[in-house]
């Protein structure tokens, strides 16, 4: 079940499309394709992993962040408002996300979840799944974060996703195509890096995705995508230097700066093979001076401009 979109608020200059604003151009254009939010207002995940409670109150910091971003006439966005999320009910909550994420394929839409916990993912992925978008096409997921997220745990949690999404792909026959940038050796059990090569999982350290890499980090990236026909992009913040984004789940020690971050999603935002994005674990109780949430609707707002000519891919 979904909740209607906020209100949205921001900065006035004046009327025209010459002003236009984030707050002004959700809404505008009903029944025209574009990029569609989707708010994930859990911590559920978080709070079964061990992490700190509040990236439920992540949707509401980012939508606020983005309300003011000066955006052009052309990108149409739309809010699809927040799935519900109540109680210990997770799994309940990632089918409703699913359901969410379907329905905004089907509309030719590009969902990008706002969540809360890492958790997001997995219901990310089943509405990619169930909208019928990867029949015969090979799906690379790509996550930006610190963490594997391939832990195995009696009950789904926000490190727990990837292992799911391997799971359901070996289900439907397909190999699971996944890689992940900004790896924190630390962060990670040798268990966790044993799961990884045993998937296959192409992965970077965060030593090897500082500015002076940017290349080599891009040329990772497209290499990844140049294998996969469907492109998912999962965006954990805490890939992010615990300066830039001290407002997440579990603050990064070292992390992978955000001009580098910034970099990735100017590169994945303008693949047409992009079909699903989501940002999480975003948490404000956390946030230093709304930083975490002010470069959250940064990175949204960089994949939606380059997306922002993207139709559904042929064949749906």
């Known amino acids: 079940m979904s909740t209607a979109a906020p209100e949205w608020t921001g900065r006035t200059d004046g009327p025209g499309p010459e002003h236009r604003r984030w707050h002004n151009a959700i809404g505008e254009s009903p029944g025209t394709a574009g990029v569609s939010l989707i708010g994930f207002p859990s911590d559920i995940g978080v709070r079964r992993n061990g992490g700190r409670p509040g990236a439920q109150a992540g949707p509401g910091a980012i939508r606020a962040a983005l309300g003011s971003f000066a955006i052009p006439p052309e990108v149409v966005v739309h809010d699809a408002g927040d799935v519900a999320v109540t109680g210990d009910a997770l799994e309940a909550a990632q089918d409703d996300l699913a359901g969410a994420v379907a329905a905004q394929l089907g509309a030719g839409n590009l969902p990008f979840m706002l969540g809360g916990g890492h958790e997001t993912a997995y219901g990310s992925y089943l509405g990619l799944a169930r909208s019928g978008l990867l029949d015969g096409r090979r799906l690379g997921v790509l996550n930006l974060d610190a963490h594997f997220d391939l832990r195995e745990a009696e009950r789904p949690s926000s490190g727990t996703p990837f292992r799911q999404i391997a799971a359901a792909e070996a289900e439907r026959g397909a190999e699971f195509t996944y890689a992940a940038i900004g790896i924190s050796q630390p962060g990670n059990t040798a268990a966790l890096f044993t799961t990884a090569a045993e998937l296959g999982v192409r992965h ?17 990236v497209r290499a990844f995508t140049a294998d996969v026909d469907a492109l998912y992009l999962s965006i954990d913040l805490d890939v992010l230097p615990a300066a830039q984004a001290p407002g997440v789940s579990a603050p990064s020690t070292l992390g992978v700066p955000a001009a580098v971050v910034v970099e990735v999603c100017r590169l994945v935002g303008d693949d047409p093979k992009l079909v699903l994005a989501d940002i999480t674990e975003l948490n404000p109780t956390y946030d230093i001076d709304h930083r975490t949430a002010r470069i959250a609707a940064r990175l949204v707002h960089t994949i939606t401009m380059g997306a922002a000519d993207r139709s559904v891919p042929e064949g749906h």
């Open 204 to 220: 970077l350290l965060d030593l090897d995705c500082q500015e002076r890499h940017v290349e080599d980090v891009l040329e990772f």
